[in-house]
C-alpha cells in the first residue's frame, strides 16, 4: 500500500527556518516524483513545487521560486520543504504528493503557522 | 499558466439529488483533468483522473466527462457522504494548477 505520511505541526516566529518532512512507504521511491501543495487557512490548493527523488531534479511554481526549496533523502525514502525565512503569509497546511499518472496519493498534510 | 475555473463556487443539494460541477481549462488540456474531493479536517482525495478514468475504489455514482477545455464531475445520487468541496486540476504542463473549488453543502 502506498504511503505517505508527513511530520507533525510546527510553530514558528518570522524569519526563523523550518523542514517538513513526508515520508513514502509501498513503492519504489526514486519512480515518482514528490509534489508539494499549500492550502492556506479556508482558501483552495496551489501546486509549490515538485522533486524527481531519483536526481534530485527540482521545478517551482513562479510563485514559490526563490522562498522555498526542495530535497529528497533516498536512503530513507523522505522528501523535505524548507524555508529559510519564513513569513506569517506561510501559514497554512502544506501536502505532499505522489505523482503517478496524476497526483494519485496525499499525505495527512502538514499545519504550518507562523507568527510572532 | 492553465488557468482553471470552476463553477459553482458552491452548491445546496439534497441526498438522493443529481449533482454536477463544471470546469473550465484557459487552453486545451486534452485529457490531463482531475478531480479530488476534501472535506474539512481532511487531506484531498483522487476521485477521477485522465478526465474520466475512476480511481480504485471510487463508488461508481461519481463521473467524470469532457476534454480539451470543457469538463464535468457528476454524482448521479448525492449520498450523505458526498457532502464536501471538490476540485479539479490539470497536469497537462507545469506549474500544475487547480480550480478554485465547489463546496456541495446540504440543502
Known amino acids: 500500500e502506498v504511503q505517505l505520511v508527513q511530520s507533525g505541526p510546527e510553530v514558528k516566529k518570522p524569519g526563523e527556518s523550518l523542514r517538513i518532512s513526508c515520508k513514502a512507504s509501498g513503492y519504489s521511491f526514486t519512480n515518482y516524483w514528490i509534489n508539494w501543495v499549500r492550502q492556506m487557512p479556508g482558501r483552495g490548493l496551489e501546486w509549490v513545487g515538485r522533486i524527481d527523488p531519483g536526481d534530485s531534479y527540482t521545478s517551482f511554481s513562479p510563485s514559490f521560486q526563490g522562498h522555498v526549496t526542495i530535497s529528497a533523502d533516498k536512503s530513507i525514502t523522505t522528501a523535505y520543504l524548507h524555508w529559510s525565512n519564513l513569513d506569517s503569509s506561510d501559514t497554512a497546511i502544506y501536502y505532499c504528493?505522489?505523482?503517478?499518472?496524476?497526483?494519485?496519493?496525499w499525505g495527512q498534510g502538514t499545519l504550518v503557522t507562523v507568527s510572532s | 499558466d492553465i488557468q482553471m475555473t470552476q463553477s459553482p463556487s458552491s452548491l445546496s443539494a439534497s441526498v438522493g439529488d443529481r449533482v454536477t460541477i463544471t470546469c473550465r481549462a484557459s487552453?486545451?488540456?486534452?485529457?490531463?483533468l482531475a478531480w479530488f474531493q476534501q472535506k474539512p479536517g481532511e487531506a484531498p482525495k483522487s476521485l477521477v483522473f485522465?478526465?474520466?478514468s475512476l480511481q480504485s475504489g471510487v463508488p461508481s455514482r461519481f463521473s467524470g466527462s469532457g476534454s480539451g477545455t470543457d469538463f464535468t464531475l457528476t454524482i448521479s445520487s448525492l449520498q450523505p457522504e458526498d457532502f464536501a468541496t471538490y476540485y479539479c486540476q490539470q497536469y497537462k504542463s507545469y506549474p500544475l494548477t487547480f480550480g478554485g473549488g465547489t463546496r456541495v453543502e446540504m440543502k
Open positions: 504528493a505522489r505523482f503517478g499518472e496524476f497526483l494519485d496519493s
Open positions: 485522465a478526465a474520466s
Open positions: 487552453q486545451g488540456i486534452n485529457l490531463y
